[in-house]
């Protein structure tokens, strides 16, 4: 678009090209702008981020005894594998036994599969389906995982950059690729449900780690709350050839909340404008109108899990106090995980 914003949504576009093939002023103009980005919004969408887009179809199209055999282990923190629908409920901060169970009351109707690293010194192992069940598939995603980390140095360093920081300054602290791609699968709902609250896609929360890098599908649902009108959210609808990018706590925290951490959810997709539109997946009168089964991929980063984050330099002083204490990763993230399982 030319004024580089989806007028939808608010979110700027930013193209990275620059950065990566300019001089060291346009990789600084390119810094600026995601800057004021995730300042202003939590949330942009990128151009020329290096990471081809791909489809997690196959995997879910398995009949459904081939995905238990990659089971999500019990343990809340043991986030790897395949989750079936209703396994796990997103919430934002909730610890409350009981607060929980009323989280849980509301399903989450979507499934899916969570890798991390693979080398032999990952605090977690990943889960994987046989190979005889779905061949290349393990062989694909841990070259991704590679791929998507390169563009996770590429976006620390202009992060860093545009915060006035050294350039390695967070990339010091990725070292370890300790990091998650997740696959997801929304099956068909009735939107009505969605609407009323009675079944959810992904409840409103924020993400753990420090970036979050999305790549989502035609079918739309996504949204991020306006950051000066608390509980107003627009919709950040699919955007060819972009990847949706938003901060998470860890850099929130960092940044002394100069960053912005931002809610976001998915829920029906917008109603259709043209009502002589054919019905296709979604017939259905206005009542019982299906929501079209959605597909997406995310990369999650995360800091090294014995990393304790604490916020930066030029973040805090006199008059600008730390609004958070010391965390560290593996204890943070393990508090938030327990609340979903």
Same mark, same amino acid.
Not at 332 to 340: C, I
């Given at each position: 678009m030319a004024n580089d914003v989806d007028e939808r949504s608010s979110i700027p576009i930013i193209?990275?090209?620059p950065a990566r093939h300019g001089s060291e002023d346009d990789a600084q103009r390119v810094a600026e702008k995601l800057h004021e980005a995730f300042k202003n919004v939590g949330f942009a969408y990128v151009?020329?981020?290096?990471?081809?887009?791909?489809?997690?179809?196959?995997?879910?199209?398995?009949?459904?005894?081939?995905?238990d055999k990659a089971p999500r282990p019990a343990e809340a923190w043991h986030h790897r594998g395949y989750s079936s629908v209703g396994r796990e409920k997103v919430s934002q901060m909730v610890f #409350? /036994?009981?607060?929980?169970a009323a989280a849980r009351s509301v399903p989450d109707v979507k499934e899916s599969f969570d890798i991390g690293r693979s080398d032999d010194e990952a605090d977690i192992a990943n889960v994987w389906p046989p190979r005889q069940v779905l061949p290349g598939f393990r062989d694909f995603f841990e070259s991704f995982y590679e791929i998507c980390y390169a563009a996770e140095v590429e976006l620390l360093r202009l992060v860093a950059l545009g915060m006035g920081l050294e350039k390695e300054y967070f990339v010091n602290h990725h070292k370890n690729k300790d990091n998650q791609i997740r696959l997801l699968h929304y099956p068909a709902v009735e939107e009505d449900l969605l609407r009323q609250g009675k079944a959810?896609?992904?409840?409103?929360h924020t993400d753990f780690?420090?970036?979050?890098?999305?790549?989502? #599908? /035609?079918?739309?649902?996504?949204e991020v709350e306006d950051v000066s009108e608390k509980g107003k959210f627009r919709p950040a609808p699919y955007i060819a050839n972009t990847?949706?990018?938003?901060?998470g706590d860890f850099l929130m925290r960092w940044s002394n909340d100069e960053l912005k951490s931002t809610m976001h959810r998915v829920k029906a997709p917008p109603p259709a404008k043209d009502k002589g539109e054919g019905k296709g997946e979604g017939e259905g009168s206005e009542s019982n109108r299906m929501a079209k089964e959605r597909y997406s991929i995310v990369y999650f980063m995360g800091a090294d899990l014995e990393t304790t984050v604490d916020c930066v330099p030029g973040c805090w002083g006199p008059g600008r106090p730390k609004k958070y204490e010391p965390v560290k990763c593996k204890e943070?993230?393990?508090?938030?995980?327990?609340?979903?399982y």
């Open positions: 193209d990275l090209a151009r020329n981020h290096g990471v081809p887009e791909d489809v997690s179809r196959k995997f879910f199209s398995l009949p459904q005894a081939d995905k #409350d /036994e009981a607060a929980i959810e896609r992904i409840a409103a780690g420090t970036i979050t890098m999305l790549f989502q #599908d /035609e079918v739309g649902g996504l990847a949706v990018v938003n901060i943070y993230v393990n508090m938030r995980m327990e609340a979903n």
